[in-house]
Each structure stands twice: as structure tokens, then as C-alpha cells.
Nanobody
């Protein structure tokens, strides 16, 4: 069964760091593209980063603060988040280019003082 399981969220103060993980099961760990999205309160789900086997691209609002990586042997992608801001609060999801209709439950990130 195709499944994406996100983990690693939590509560941090502004300026803090978190590392999110997403493990894919089945055949949906795409060697071409895995992505991170987030849904912040009051806004639609938005793209955060895309991680391919060659490169990684980021949305402007996280560039320089977030770093995406992947471990193909573990079918896992990561999102290393630093210099977190209150505006980063939300639910973070990963997504596979090989299974566009599959979404996990996400992991909650809360940044507050």
C-alpha cells in the first residue's frame, strides 16, 4: 500500500531548528522528485522544496534556512529547518512525484515564543 509517513515536528522558539523526516513505502519513492509542502493557518497548502537525485529547489520564503536531503536506501527524505520563524508554523507534508494523489497525515511544526 502506497504510504507517506512524516515525522519530526514539534514546538520550538523563534530561531530554533527542527529536522523533519518522511518515509515512503511501496513503490512511491520517486528517484526523480520528492517534495515538501506545508499548510499554515489560514492559507492553502504551499510548496516548500523539491528534492531530486540531482538538485534541490526551494520556495523563496525558506531559501537559506531550510535544506532538503534524501536517503534513497531508506526511501526517506528530510527537511532540515533552521532560523525558524513564527510564520513557519503549520503542518508539513511530503509528496512523491510518482504518486501525486497520495498524501500523508503531515507533521505539526509550531514556532512560538
Amino acid at each position: 500500500q502506497a504510504q507517506l509517513v512524516e515525522s519530526g515536528g514539534g514546538s520550538v522558539h523563534p530561531g530554533g531548528s527542527l529536522t523533519l523526516s518522511c518515509r515512503a513505502s511501496g513503490s512511491i519513492f520517486s528517484e526523480s522528485a520528492m517534495a515538501w509542502y506545508r499548510q499554515v493557518p489560514g492559507k492553502q497548502r504551499e510548496w516548500v522544496a523539491i528534492i531530486t537525485d540531482i538538485t534541490t529547489h526551494y520556495a523563496d520564503f525558506v531559501r537559506g534556512r531550510f535544506i532538503g536531503s534524501r536517503d534513497d536506501a531508506k526511501n526517506t527524505v528530510y527537511l532540515h529547518m533552521s532560523s525558524l520563524e513564527s510564520e513557519d508554523t503549520g503542518v508539513y507534508y511530503c509528496h512523491s512525484g510518482a504518486a501525486p494523489t497520495v498524501w500523508g497525515r503531515g507533521t505539526q511544526v509550531t514556532v512560538s515564543s
